[in-house]
């Protein structure tokens, strides 16, 4: 059975005092929660600044501190980049690669994820590897093609020992930060075809053992429909994550899953 696993992409937000507030009411509000961590991963991908305060925050806590993108190289001339030796000597457990925001805004290619992913792993960091379509693709049937090429192009050298170490995020580009979602079952459709490229390329013992996260627009009022689905397995939560309240919310999907509390449902009385 795949472990959950719920993960925090804040993107380029909060100040440093925010970033400490939110961890320490995060490791409260889960404990009031009663939310069982040894049944769903959580992390929190962060800019830079905020790991090392957030590492001495989740200590012991079983909360994954996560960046948000690396560097292949282990060091070197290329100003304004983190190394994965960098990342490790400070504990980060798993890294955000490939995001659509990098591909759109910083020109990253399949073939650049392709070595951070090689490297993250090299360095027992657990990769987050985002694959999704535009509007356009979706729109003219092409989606799944799209798709399937970014995940083969991206997992070019990845072997089948690195493939259990990596997570794969099915983003759909025109649902983050849209308020448009994709359906539960257009997601799932997608997952399902990922973990047949998947399994295609490494076999269906190692695909039936993937984790894939569903990201675009999750929210607490779909994540639930979302997790019930048989090939999500996760969520890579960007808006909804900058509220911690939510994000608890989110991690909470289903407290028979979880071990959370049961919400109460008020009784419509008439």
Not at 167 to 184: F, N, R
Not at 208 to 224: A, E, F, H
Request: aromatic share 6%.
């Amino acid at each position: 059975m795949r472990k959950p696993f719920i993960a925090a992409n804040w993107k380029m937000n909060k100040l440093v005092e925010e970033a400490s507030i939110y961890g320490e009411a995060l490791v409260e509000k889960i404990k009031k929660e009663k939310i069982d961590l040894n049944k769903v991963d959580v992390a929190v991908c962060t800019p830079y600044i905020h790991m090392a305060a957030l590492k001495v925050v989740f200590m012991l806590r079983n909360i994954k501190v996560g960046a948000q993108n690396m560097h292949f190289e282990t060091s070197g001339a290329f100003t304004g980049e983190i190394s994965p030796t960098m990342l490790k000597d400070m504990g980060i457990e798993c890294c955000i690669i490939g995001h659509s925001e990098r591909r759109q805004y910083f020109n990253e290619t399949d073939e650049d994820c392709a070595k951070k992913v090689k490297a993250a792993i090299a360095y027992n960091i657990q990769p987050i590897l985002c694959v999704g379509e535009v509007l356009d693709d979706r729109e003219s049937g092409r989606h799944k093609e799209v798709v399937a090429n970014m995940l083969k192009a991206s997992l070019e050298n990845v072997t089948g020992t690195e493939m259990l170490k990596t997570v794969i995020a099915y983003e759909p580009v025109w649902a983050i930060g849209t308020g448009k979602t994709a359906s539960s079952e257009q997601a799932n459709e997608m997952a399902a075809h990922i973990r047949d490229v998947i399994a295609e390329k490494y076999g269906q013992d190692i695909a039936d053992l993937t984790i894939i996260q569903y990201g675009g627009s999750v929210t607490p009022d779909n994540i639930k429909e979302l997790m019930s689905m048989s090939d999500i397995d996760g969520a890579l939560v960007g808006g909804a994550a900058l509220d911690v309240d939510k994000f608890v919310s989110i991690v909470n999907f289903n407290p028979e899953i979880v071990g959370g509390n049961i919400k109460a449902v008020p009784i419509n009385r008439k």
